[in-house]
């Protein structure tokens, strides 16, 4: 049953040009617009009841992992299947549900309609799509395998993604219940022990040292408390802006190395990405140096970013990567080594990078898995500690009191 829609649209010469147009779709709204050498922008079913779109400034908006995945797959399955470059976009805008990420691939199409590359036309969006998508789907467009590469490229997302979900989620629990156990503690210490403290401060009994700290954090709490929730913004806001300084980010990266849990985890998230990228950018089809330029600018940690940007100049003046590779024994397990310089000696690089990044992802799966087992006993320390901190300072002034009667 076809249904009335009120749209807007671009010429070939990109001027907006509205009007009304009775189709079953939006999809075929598209289609039918495009006989007509315009370009679907934006399309609202009459009678249809527009939500409140408040469109937020874009350095808020954003486009998340799982959106550009999907896209990735999707359009390397469209083009396999034969659609045209703007036919395919133009059906991936209609069917994404972030209205941000819509109006990048309505204007990516806009542009290849144009005559444009689609590696061009992203390069716009440098927050949407990093310098590694950017590059690999020119190297595509290039070589004529872009189908291929954009299936790659949507594996490689999916590996980030998965092996970032897994850290997040196994360091979630700690952190809520830690963040649990510290709301409960200042709730306690501000509205349910400040009465009984008090009779133990105006008591002549000589009070342990664990009361009179409880005795100390719940006057200040009360007293203070709007101050200390202001100082703790404050910090929390400079040490934010400090660590995103290049000397700050330096330290901090550097302090997260050396901690005893995450600096392992860091080290095999990074190990695991550097592999996989590389591998996909080199089968792809991009050079080595170009590939470790690019990998350089994504890596997160300053440590790996600053290693294979060293790495790039030395490969390119012919010196092997697993040479290079050896300087930076601490970053890089001597596992991964030897197994580039097989690669490079066999001539599989790509291959051996692809069963390291396979097996740092599979180490991290299993620690991870492995993490929560690890983490609950010395929650319950920690817990059964603080229980035990707040029972000795309520309980031993009572024993002392009752001397004194």
């Known amino acids: 049953m076809s249904s009335q829609f009120s749209y807007k649209a671009k010429t070939v010469d990109g001027k907006l040009q509205s009007g009304m147009m009775a189709c079953e779709n939006r999809t075929e709204l598209g289609a039918l617009l495009k006989k007509k050498g315009l370009t679907l922008v934006s399309a609202q079913k009459t009678g249809e009841k527009k939500g409140m779109d408040i469109k937020l400034p874009d350095f808020l908006r954003s486009v998340g992992v799982v959106d550009k995945m999907l896209f990735t797959r999707n359009l390397a399955v469209m083009l396999r299947a034969g659609l045209s470059f703007s036919r395919a976009l133009g059906i991936l805008a209609e069917q994404t549900k972030s209205s941000y990420f819509r109006e990048i691939l309505q204007a990516v199409e806009a542009d290849v309609q144009k ?21 690999m789907v020119r190297v595509g467009e290039a070589g004529g395998n872009l189908e291929e590469v954009l299936e790659m490229l949507s594996i490689q997302l999916k590996k980030d993604y998965e092996i970032t979900s897994k850290v997040r989620g196994a360091m979630m629990y700690p952190c809520v219940i830690l963040a649990a156990m510290s ?15 008090k009779m133990f401060s105006e008591s002549k009994a000589d009070l342990p040292v664990t009361t009179k700290a409880l005795i100390f954090i719940s006057d200040a709490l009360q007293n203070y408390g709007i101050f200390i ?39 095999k998230v990074n190990v695991a990405r550097f592999s996989r990228t590389l591998s996909s950018m080199i089968t792809s089809g991009v050079s080595i140096v170009e590939s470790l330029e690019t990998i350089s600018s994504t890596l997160g940690n300053y440590y790996y970013s600053d290693s294979a940007a060293k790495a790039c100049e030395s490969v390119q003046k012919g010196v092997n990567l697993s040479e ?22 066999t001539g599989s690089l790509e291959i051996t990078l692809k069963q390291v990044a396979e097996f740092y992802e599979d180490e991290v799966d299993q620690f991870t898995s492995n993490l929560s087992s690890i983490i609950e006993p010395v929650l319950m320390l920690v817990m059964g500690g603080a229980v035990g901190i707040f029972a000795m300072a309520l309980i031993q002034p009572m024993y002392s009191i009752m001397e004194t009667m």
């Open 183 to 197: 709301l409960i503690g200042i709730l306690m210490m501000t509205f349910v022990f400040p009465s009984l403290l």
């Open 229 to 267: 929730f202001i100082g703790f913004v404050i910090l929390v806001f400079v040490f934010v802006k400090i660590i995103k300084t290049p000397q700050g980010k330096k330290s901090f990266d550097g302090l997260m190395l050396k901690a005893p849990i995450a600096g392992g985890i860091i080290m």
């Open 324 to 345: 290079v590779m050896l300087g930076y024994g601490k970053l890089y397990p001597s596992m991964m080594i030897h197994m580039i310089e097989v690669g490079e000696e």
């Open 115 to 135: 005559g444009s590359a689609l590696a061009d036309s992203l390069q716009k969006y440098p927050k949407v799509f990093n310098r590694l998508f950017v590059s």
